[in-house]
């Protein structure tokens, strides 16, 4: 279900490196975490000297408060120092997703019941409560391997290719990534190029967009198969050494989408104009008043990304920003500020701060009147594409164990805190039709070279 790839981009993606997952070819990230490398390398932590083996290994908890989502994953990143220069970097990810979700209905003042998405059953929700489906679970296995050649002391290229598997989605991704540094290795100019092929194979299959949810068990009126999506992501980087204690990062990203874009999954509550539910009487029969959503088939996207990390005599003050938007209407604003503070032995505590905004897509809205469904053409009331407001606050201690492995561990507690884009009609006066979602992360990890 699409929840294991976006809702992870929503929520999780600018809270750890690895869950990155939703990117899973992106050329940002990659670029990202070249330079993160290149930044600490002044820094005390564990590092390599020669470089030969180093495997980091972490375990990531995450769960929403009220029963929501929760995810533990397993990462293991492994490189190989072939030659100088020349690198092997291997990736492995097991993700195990369960909970309760919600997929678009708002509350009322009756109890809601909807259809599984399987078809062949039905669940309900009391009255007053946020609809959540509380069979929710899955699992995800994700690998990647890059490979960098150098042609030169100056000039590299970096190819990747990743997969991602899960119950009822694919993921197939490629990438080539050249970097060259000035004469003096001062500056490093980067251009990046990715290509994702992705395939849905949803539960029960694929919803008719803008069709009222059937009652399960009966005809589900012409669900279809797999469908398919692709994105070509290009990137732009430089680093520039600012002097000896400083270094900078910009990237330019560009991205194109096209395809299959819909959730398959989510729908939005029909109402009238008092805001209980449509009645029987006006739906087809066997239906439900709900309608299955339907986005755009083509998404752009521009990134605009700012790193700084300054050393200090011995702590290390790493800040950035990231602007996003997108042809969908959403912009974004990111700031991140991390802090490493040495205790002295070999221990550190890196405090974490995130502020995250964003406006809400064009076509994003917590519920449809009856009366506009004729005249609909994209909707949806998935909550990530809402106006809403991100802040994380966390703290990482870390020690060396000795010259050549580090243990690390990481707490961060999330609040997103939605926009209400629509009148609260009659029906949900009184009632939360968008509350905020609360999270803890809590993540081990364990690097060690040789």
Same mark, same amino acid.
């Given at each position: @279900?699409?929840?294991?790839?976006?809702?992870?981009?929503?929520?999780?993606?600018?809270?750890?490196? *690895?869950?990155?997952?939703?990117?899973?070819?992106?050329?940002?990230?990659?670029?990202?975490?070249?330079?993160?490398?290149?930044?600490?390398?002044?820094?005390?932590?564990?590092?390599?000297? !020669?470089?030969?083996?180093?495997?980091?290994?972490?375990?990531?908890? /995450?769960?929403?408060?009220?029963?929501?989502?929760?995810?533990?994953?397993?990462?293991?990143?492994?490189?190989?120092?072939?030659?100088?220069?020349?690198?092997? *970097?291997? *990736?492995?990810?097991?993700?195990?997703?369960?909970?309760?979700?919600?997929?678009?209905?708002?509350?009322?003042?009756?109890?809601?019941?909807?259809?599984?998405?399987?078809?062949?059953?039905?669940?309900?929700?009391?009255?007053?409560?946020?609809?959540?489906?509380?069979?929710?679970?899955?699992?995800?296995?994700?690998?990647?391997?890059?490979?960098?050649?150098?042609?030169?002391?100056?000039?590299?290229?970096?190819?990747?290719?990743?997969?991602?598997?899960?119950?009822?989605?694919?993921?197939?991704?490629?990438?080539?990534?050249?970097?060259?540094?000035?004469?003096?290795?001062?500056?490093?100019?980067?251009?990046?190029?990715?290509?994702?092929?992705?395939?849905?194979?949803?539960?029960?299959?694929?919803?008719?967009?803008?069709? /009222?949810?059937?009652?399960?068990?009966?005809?589900?009126?012409?669900?279809?198969?797999?469908?398919?999506?692709?994105?070509?992501?290009?990137?732009?980087?430089?680093?520039?050494?600012?002097?000896?204690?400083?270094? @900078?990062?910009?990237?330019?990203?560009?991205?194109?989408?096209?395809?299959?874009?819909?959730?398959?999954?989510?729908?939005?509550?029909?109402?009238?104009?008092?805001?209980?539910?449509?009645?029987?009487?006006?739906?087809?029969?066997?239906?439900?008043?709900?309608?299955?959503?339907?986005?755009?088939?083509?998404?752009?996207?521009?990134?605009?990304?700012?790193?700084?990390?300054?050393?200090?005599?011995?702590?290390?003050?790493?800040?950035?920003?990231?602007?996003?938007?997108?042809?969908?209407?959403?912009?974004?604003?990111?700031?991140?500020?991390?802090?490493?503070?040495?205790?002295?032995?070999?221990?550190?505590?890196?405090?974490?701060?995130?502020?995250? !905004?964003?406006?809400?897509?064009?076509?994003?809205?917590? /519920?449809?009147?009856?009366?506009?469904?004729?005249?609909?053409?994209? #909707?949806?009331?998935?909550?990530?594409?809402?106006?809403?407001?991100?802040?994380?606050?966390?703290? *990482?201690?870390?020690?060396?164990?000795?010259?050549?492995?580090?243990?690390?561990?990481?707490?961060?507690? @999330?609040?997103?805190?939605?926009?209400?884009?629509?009148?609260?009609?009659?029906?949900?006066?009184?009632?939360?039709?968008?509350?905020?979602?609360?999270?803890?992360?809590?993540?081990?990890?364990?690097? #060690?070279?040789?």
């Amino acid at each position: @279900m699409q929840l294991k790839n976006t809702q992870r981009e929503a929520n999780l993606s600018t809270q750890t490196n *690895k869950v990155d997952n939703q990117n899973k070819t992106s050329i940002k990230s990659k670029l990202t975490m070249a330079t993160c490398a290149l930044l600490q390398a002044g820094a005390p932590a564990a590092q390599a000297e !020669t470089g030969d083996w180093n495997v980091d290994a972490a375990t990531l908890y /995450y769960s929403e408060a009220d029963g929501r989502v929760s995810i533990f994953e397993p990462v293991v990143n492994v490189s190989k120092q072939i030659n100088e220069d020349e690198y092997l *970097k291997f *990736k492995l990810v097991y993700d195990v997703l369960t909970g309760s979700t919600p997929y678009g209905a708002v509350p009322t003042t009756t109890t809601q019941t909807f259809t599984k998405p399987s078809g062949n059953g039905n669940y309900t929700t009391p009255a007053g409560e946020l609809p959540l489906n509380s069979s929710f679970r899955d699992t995800r296995v994700a690998g990647g391997v890059d490979w960098t050649i150098p042609f030169d002391r100056l000039k590299n290229i970096t190819f990747g290719g990743n997969f991602s598997k899960e119950y009822d989605f694919n993921s197939l991704a490629a990438s080539a990534t050249y970097a060259q540094d000035s004469s003096d290795r001062n500056r490093t100019y980067t251009v990046g190029l990715g290509y994702t092929s992705d395939t849905w194979d949803p539960v029960g299959g694929k919803n008719p967009e803008l069709t /009222y949810m059937r009652i399960g068990g009966t005809d589900q009126n012409g669900k279809g198969g797999t469908d398919s999506k692709t994105t070509t992501d290009f990137m732009l980087g430089l680093t520039q050494v600012i002097n000896r204690s400083t270094i @900078m990062q910009f990237n330019l990203g560009f991205s194109n989408s096209s395809g299959y874009l819909t959730d398959p999954y989510r729908f939005i509550s029909v109402l009238e104009s008092d805001g209980t539910l449509t009645p029987d009487s006006n739906i087809p029969t066997d239906a439900r008043p709900y309608l299955y959503e339907k986005r755009p088939d083509t998404r752009s996207r521009n990134t605009f990304f700012w790193r700084t990390v300054h050393h200090l005599n011995e702590d290390v003050v790493n800040v950035s920003y990231r602007y996003f938007t997108d042809d969908w209407g959403i912009n974004s604003h990111t700031l991140d500020f991390r802090y490493r503070y040495e205790l002295g032995g070999s221990h550190y505590l890196q405090p974490h701060l995130r502020y995250y !905004t964003q406006s809400s897509a064009d076509f994003f809205a917590n /519920y449809l009147l009856e009366s506009n469904v004729a005249t609909t053409d994209f #909707i949806s009331a998935d909550y990530r594409l809402s106006e809403f407001v991100g802040t994380t606050i966390g703290l *990482k201690y870390g020690f060396e164990i000795d010259k050549n492995s580090e243990f690390t561990i990481r707490t961060e507690f @999330m609040n997103q805190t939605y926009t209400v884009q629509d009148e609260i009609l009659a029906e949900q006066q009184g009632l939360d039709i968008a509350p905020d979602l609360n999270a803890v992360i809590f993540q081990v990890g364990f690097n #060690i070279h040789w």
